[in-house]
Each structure stands twice: as structure tokens, then as C-alpha cells.
């Protein structure tokens, strides 16, 4: 039995939800066995929760295994050490070089920037006060969503090799009270066909811009074209309402701060500071989508 403690509150087991249904763009096509065990990923270009399952399955993963071990977040050496394992011939952007060049500052403006939820964790100093943005794996699932949008046949290509080489258990998903452990074989038609127009004029907007911080190493200066990017509210990606904008004042992004070691820590009581810097730079509460649409709807 396949269970999901979400789904379990509505008194149906959240296999039901996704175990049948074809992918609707492509709905003449026959499934594989292999193919009905992952269900439907995409609705046309809007990602469901078993998407997400297998995104923060691979988040899990990497915090699990990866070193440092067990940490509930992914700092930015990890991301470097994630895409040089998973590389690929002619990458559309260098996402090795970006997240390895890009001071911790800039690789926070690149989070906000595309939405990416994410916390400041220290780098083993107690005595200072934690900098370093690591995603949380809500902030992986969207970070990978929106790749896969951009760039369906490269990133189709990259997470066939994900799901080859890690062993992966999809999040929060259980098997006879077992993590339930993904397939190893992830057929192209379970993904969109196309790239999503929006989408990927969102990220190759914004990864143009730190893509070239990355290559010169220094640091925008406050008036830069990066400091003035817009948060981008993909409507049509996610097909729902957004939140009706706030004053200025009440919008300023406010970052959890976390203690330096295990990132499992307590809340830093610091965190007006985080509000103050994004005042200064004149950035906006950044928004992480975080609605999927339920497939047992």
C-alpha cells in the first residue's frame, strides 16, 4: 500500500492520485510498466506533486550523502559538486562555474531573483553570523522545475542520469510504511516536449546576468541591472492566483538565519539584519511557489 500522510487526511491514499493517469500531452501514447510507476509529472507545462516528489527525493539525497552529511539544506558546494557530477555536452548556461565563482551575496540575488526558497547557514564559525544561502529542497524543486521548463531536452537528458545514479525515494511517499524508491529508467514523453516560452525568458534573463558576474568574479554595484531585476510571478507556470502585492515596506525579504553547523539549527535571532540589507538594495520578498496541482483532482 502507497500512502501520503497529506493525502491520508483527506482518506485516500496519494498512489491513487497518480499510479494511471497519462501525461496529457501525450495522450495517445501506450505506457510502460516503468511509466505508470512514475505516473503523470506534467500537466501540459505545470509540474504535479509527483514532480516534487522526485525533485526533493533527489534534495533529500544530496543532503543524506553528500558531504558535509545529513544536512536538511544544499550549500552552494554542493550545487557545484551536484552539476560536475551531472554535466552535460554543451550546457546551455555553466551552472558548475556560477555557483562556484558567484560570492555568497550574488548566489542570494540569484535565489530571490528566480524564487528559489532558501536559508543562511555559517560556515562552522560560531562567533559569526551565518551568510552562506543554501536551498532548502522546496527551493531545489523549484530551482529544477524551472530548468526543466526552460530546457526540457537538456535537463530530460540530465535527470536520466540523476535517476541512474542515485538511488532515489520519492519525498514523502510511502511503501508498505518504506520510503518508496523511484524507478531507474525515466522515459522523454513524461516530460514536456517544449520549452515553456515564459519560463525560459525568466531564467535566461537572469542567468545571463550572473552567468557573466560568474566569468569577470566581481560584484554588481547597487545600481547594477541586477539589482533592479523584478521578481518574475510566472502565473502561467503555475496556473493560479497570486497574492496581491503588498506595500513596499511590508515586502522586504526576510531570510531565516541559521547556526553554523549541522543546518538543523535553531533560528538566529538576528534576522532584522537580513531585512535591512534587502531594504538597502531595494529587494522584494521573494516568492516560492509552492502549489502543485493535486492529481486525485
Not at 554543451?90 to 558567484?102: H, V
Request: aromatic share 8%; proline share 8%.
Amino acid at each position: 500500500m502507497i500512502s501520503n500522510e497529506g493525502d491520508q487526511s483527506r482518506g485516500k491514499p496519494a498512489a491513487d492520485a497518480y499510479l494511471d493517469i497519462t501525461p496529457t500531452f501525450n495522450d495517445d501514447l501506450e505506457l510502460s510498466t516503468v511509466d505508470k510507476k512514475w505516473g503523470c509529472l506534467f500537466y501540459g507545462n505545470t509540474p504535479t506533486d509527483r514532480f516534487g516528489q522526485l525533485n526533493r527525493g533527489i534534495a533529500n539525497h544530496i543532503n543524506e550523502l553528500d558531504t558535509p552529511y545529513k544536512t536538511i539544506v544544499i550549500p552552494p558546494r554542493k550545487m557545484v559538486e551536484f552539476y560536475s557530477r551531472f554535466e552535460l555536452q554543451d550546457e546551455n548556461y555553466p551552472l558548475k562555474t556560477i555557483f562556484r565563482n558567484l560570492s555568497h551575496k550574488q548566489i542570494s540575488w540569484l535565489y530571490e531573483d528566480l524564487h528559489c526558497e532558501y536559508h543562511l547557514v555559517g560556515d562552522g564559525d560560531v562567533g559569526k553570523r551565518p551568510k552562506i544561502p543554501a536551498l532548502t529542497p522546496l527551493g531545489f524543486d523549484t530551482w529544477m522545475t524551472l530548468l526543466m521548463l526552460a530546457y526540457p531536452n537538456k535537463e530530460a537528458e540530465r535527470l536520466q542520469k540523476i535517476v541512474e545514479a542515485m538511488p532515489i525515494d520519492a519525498d514523502g511517499v510511502l511503501v508498505e510504511r518504506k520510503p518508496e524508491r523511484l524507478p531507474k529508467q525515466l522515459s522523454r514523453h513524461l516530460l514536456p516536449p517544449e520549452a515553456h516560452r515564459e519560463s525560459k525568458k525568466t531564467l535566461d534573463r537572469v542567468l545571463s546576468e550572473f552567468k557573466d558576474l560568474a566569468t569577470r568574479n566581481q560584484t554588481p554595484s547597487r545600481k547594477s541591472k541586477i539589482s533592479r531585476l523584478p521578481p518574475q510571478h510566472h502565473n502561467d507556470l503555475y496556473s493560479r492566483e497570486l497574492p496581491t502585492p503588498q506595500p513596499r515596506q511590508e515586502r522586504f525579504a526576510k531570510t531565516t538565519l541559521y547556526s553554523e553547523s549541522s543546518y538543523h539549527g535553531q533560528t538566529n535571532k538576528t534576522g532584522n539584519g537580513r531585512q535591512t540589507n534587502n531594504a538597502q538594495r531595494g529587494r522584494t520578498k521573494p516568492y516560492v511557489h509552492n502549489s502543485r496541482p493535486n492529481n486525485d483532482l
